[in-house]
């Protein structure tokens, strides 16, 4: 059993940055991988970023590559997604989730869920 809280979502104007970051409890947090997702309204829940339990590896969406940055600090059991350059389209819920099996692409490759952050892009 894991528990994710995510934490640092808000409102934040066109080409501003946020910070987000997944709090984990439950389960020796450096033996797994961790990724980011997002859901806007009326959309399907969609990968952003992935990291490996040891960070040596960081694959992002197309559409956030080389403005979003996933890292983890494994002392503290927490995954962070730093968005930079942000803009309405990226205006969703973002939910961090834990990857004990596989760490792909895809939502059913992950095991546990945050409840989600709400990011908000103005223009």
């Known amino acids: 059993q894991v528990q994710l809280v995510e934490s640092g979502g808000g409102l934040v104007e066109a080409g501003g940055s946020l910070r987000l970051s997944c709090a984990a409890s439950?389960?020796?947090?450096?033996?797994?991988?961790m990724g980011w997702f997002r859901q806007a309204p009326g959309k399907d829940r969609e990968f952003v970023a992935r990291?490996?339990?040891?960070?040596?590896?960081?694959n992002y969406a197309d559409s956030v590559k080389g403005r979003f940055t996933i890292s983890r600090d494994n002392a503290k059991n927490t995954v962070y997604l730093q968005m930079n350059s942000l803009k309405p389209e990226d205006t969703a819920v973002y939910y961090c989730?834990?990857?004990?099996?596989?760490?792909?692409?895809?939502?059913?490759?992950?095991?546990?869920w945050g409840q989600g952050t709400q990011v908000t892009v103005s223009s």
């Open positions: 989730a834990t990857a004990f099996r596989r760490l792909g692409y895809l939502t059913h490759d992950y095991d546990y």
């Open positions: 439950g389960r020796t947090f450096g033996t797994y991988g």
């Open positions: 990291i490996t339990w040891s960070a040596d590896n960081t």
